[in-house]
């Protein structure tokens, strides 16, 4: 029976890299990763942050999501992959939104599911093949900046997952 009170809870974790690693990178001027000061002091340069990865046969493009906010409990039902190139995310808004993923791989199922509440200052790169659910923005219109793959080939596969999980409110 998948009515909501039955289906498996998916709590969210704070977003951090190590716990992020098997899914890709985490996107944040943080003093873990290498950063230096450059234009004569004026600005601090967190270099290097996430592995583009278009694919040797696609480019990698900047495009801009404005999403719609999700409302909770929400019944993660479904998860999709693009399996020839990495996908990135960076909030422009400042809000808190929900990453929903799953190791590259065969169709996941809901026990494999890691889902994690990130920081408005927080984005994600998805390295090629790994299951997440597309933007899942919360609280109003949210615009997140988005590095992806343009090219040729069928980038986006999608599954079904049953039962579905449900994250709580
Ligand atoms: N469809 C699309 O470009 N967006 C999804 O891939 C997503 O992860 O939000
Ligand atoms: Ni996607």
């Not at 009515?3 to 969210?12: G, H, W």
């Not at 343009?150 to 599954?159: H, K, T």
Request: with cysteine.
């Amino acid at each position: 029976m998948n009515t909501p009170a039955a289906l498996p809870r998916l709590v969210p974790r704070p977003l951090e890299r190590a716990a992020f690693a098997p899914f890709g990178e985490v996107i944040e001027a943080s003093d873990a990763v290498r950063h230096f000061t450059i234009n004569a002091g004026n600005t601090e340069r967190y270099h290097d942050l996430a592995t583009i990865e278009p694919g040797a046969d696609g480019r990698a493009i900047v495009s801009i999501f404005r999403a719609q906010p999700r409302s909770l409990p929400f019944a993660v039902t479904m998860m999709e992959r693009h399996p020839l190139g990495s996908q990135a995310f960076m909030p422009l808004s400042g809000r808190p939104w929900l990453v929903v993923v799953a190791p590259a791989g065969p169709p996941p199922k809901v026990e494999d599911l890691r889902v994690f509440l990130a920081r408005g200052d927080q984005g994600v790169n998805y390295a090629p093949g790994v299951w997440h659910h597309p933007l899942l923005a919360l609280g109003e219109v949210s615009d997140f900046l988005v590095i992806d793959r343009s090219g040729p080939g069928a980038n986006c596969d999608e599954a079904v997952l049953t039962p579905a999980g449900l994250i709580p409110a």
